[in-house]
């Protein structure tokens, strides 16, 4: 693995579809251990550059390093260094919770995956329905089987987007108290919301896209990123 003290980096990232230009030039530094929330309007970009950066979709422009590769070079290394997670969980429906972990498991090349399994499903909340399908599970239930997906695999970097969507208070708990786990181990966690309080929670680092562009970015305690979230985010909503 390349020696880089950054667990991302974007370059002039830009995506279009069609006559539609989604990312006009992202360029991002996110060092290892650093927990980046990034905000930003509907439609601002920010959801389509995380999805670059978890190599869901390709740039049509640009960069990205994760460690220090080339998500285009060597995409299969890369994907085994994410944790995805976003208000789409990414699982089987018709798959229990259990079978969904096992199946991503092998897929990451997870050790021991039966081992790892039962105590991750009680740290989400979903040990009494571990064998039953996810097409049963209400809204909440389903996004706490993508949480233990994305984490299944001890991921070094957590990549977030507006994972708070149908969690109950408990569950949203348990969801900081794992991200808080994963900085404390040295793990880089990168998080979209729209909710400041929440995106602010444990942030060492902030940023606001708006219109395809980074617009602010720097320390999450700078006065600068709640002016910002006024400015570009709040206001963008309400017009």
């Known amino acids: 693995m390349p020696k880089t003290d950054l667990a991302l980096q974007s370059e002039d990232i830009r995506k279009t579809f069609g006559s539609f230009t989604a990312l006009s030039g992202v360029t991002l530094s996110v060092k290892r251990g650093e927990f980046l929330t990034v905000f930003g309007r509907n439609g601002a970009g920010k959801t389509t550059f995380l999805k670059i950066a978890a190599t869901l979709i390709r740039p049509t422009q640009g960069k990205v390093l994760i460690d220090g590769v ?8 890369v994907r085994k260094r994410i944790g995805f ?5 990414y699982v089987y429906r018709d798959l229990s919770p259990i079978e969904n972990l096992r199946f991503f498991g092998r897929l990451y090349g997870v050790s021991d995956i039966d081992e790892h399994i039962p105590p991750l499903l009680e740290r989400v909340g979903l040990k009494r329905r571990s064998n039953d399908p996810v097409r049963s599970f209400s809204r909440g239930l389903q996004q706490r089987v993508g949480i233990a997906r994305a ?3 001890d991921p070094s970097l957590i990549l977030l987007d507006e994972p708070y969507t149908g969690l109950d208070a408990n569950a949203v708990a348990m969801l900081d108290e794992l991200l808080d786990e994963a900085v404390t181990a040295g793990k880089t966690v990168i998080l979209i919301t729209h909710d400041i309080e929440q995106g602010l929670r ?5 940023a606001i896209i708006d219109q395809g562009k980074v617009v602010y970015s720097g320390s999450a305690r700078d006065a600068d990123v709640r002016e910002g979230y006024l400015k570009f985010v709040r206001i963008g909503v309400q017009r």
């Open 70 to 77: 080339s998500i285009e070079d060597h995409p299969e290394n």
């Open 85 to 89: 997670l976003s208000h789409n969980t």
């Open 151 to 153: 984490f299944f695999h």
């Open 202 to 206: 444990a942030a060492t680092q902030a």
